[in-house]
């Protein structure tokens, strides 16, 4: 079993459209949680930090639920420059992070 | 503000031959970090250097080594090359704190035939 899982897509949806991705992490010792976004055959860029409380960033907005060791991401009014690959990071005390598959997504006109 | 740099961008080795991967930590940065990326697949995470010493490694084998220089820069070595050693090979910088956000480079994409 991976130590984060995602369900790697394609997620298809058109332009405007609510999209959540899901992830699980197995190591109930990581210390911080992250999203982050990569292009085809670029270097992975944070989107944004997840928190037990949620938060926020424009059309994103990311959620921690320790108890079920689970994250997730939710996208609102979808822009065809959201498609990319998302990945579910889990790090430990030491900033070691651990990767998810990634979940690709494709928004249509 | 230089981000964080490798090089070269690309490279091709035969197997067994062994290479070396650089990085330079985007500035104000003390901790690197190297991942290796297969296609279609997460990064997974070979080791990590602070004040020059190997902090944290990952399940990757012997042959995988590194080094960090006083100015914070970095090297990947990777010996008696593998065609499963072809991959993207990432450098991330960042602080040495847990909730310290990762930048990477641009990442070397080694092919091994």
């Known amino acids: 079993r991976k130590e984060v899982e995602q369900d790697p897509g394609p997620f298809n949806v058109p332009e405007g459209a609510t999209v959540a991705f899901n992830c699980t992490y197995s190591n109930s010792a990581s210390q911080s949680f992250f999203w982050y976004r990569q292009d085809c055959r670029k270097e992975p860029k944070l989107l944004m930090s997840?928190?037990?409380s949620g938060n926020e960033d424009g059309r994103f907005t990311a959620q921690l639920n320790r108890a079920s060791q689970y994250i997730s991401l939710l996208i609102r009014d979808s822009k065809l420059s959201d498609s990319a690959t998302y990945l579910c990071v889990a790090a430990n005390a030491g900033n070691m992070l651990t990767f998810g598959g990634g979940t690709r997504l494709m928004v249509k006109p | 503000d230089a981000g964080v740099t490798q090089s070269p961008t690309h490279l091709i080795k035969t197997r067994g031959q062994q290479v070396t991967l650089r990085c330079s930590p985007k500035?104000?940065?003390?901790?690197v970090s190297w991942y290796q990326q297969a296609l279609g697949q997460g990064p997974q995470f070979i080791f990590q250097?602070?004040?020059?010493?190997?902090?944290q490694r990952g399940n990757f084998p012997d042959r995988f080594s590194g080094h960090q220089f006083p100015n914070y820069s970095s090297e990947l070595n990777v010996n008696a090359l593998l065609l499963g050693d072809s991959a993207l090979y990432l450098c991330?910088?960042?602080?040495?704190?847990?909730?310290?956000?990762?930048?990477f480079g641009n990442g070397t994409r080694l092919t091994v035939t």
């Open positions: 250097y602070y004040e020059e010493e190997e902090r």
């Open positions: 500035s104000g940065h003390d901790t």
């Open positions: 991330a910088s960042s602080l040495p704190r847990s909730d310290s956000p990762l930048h």
């Open positions: 997840v928190y037990s």
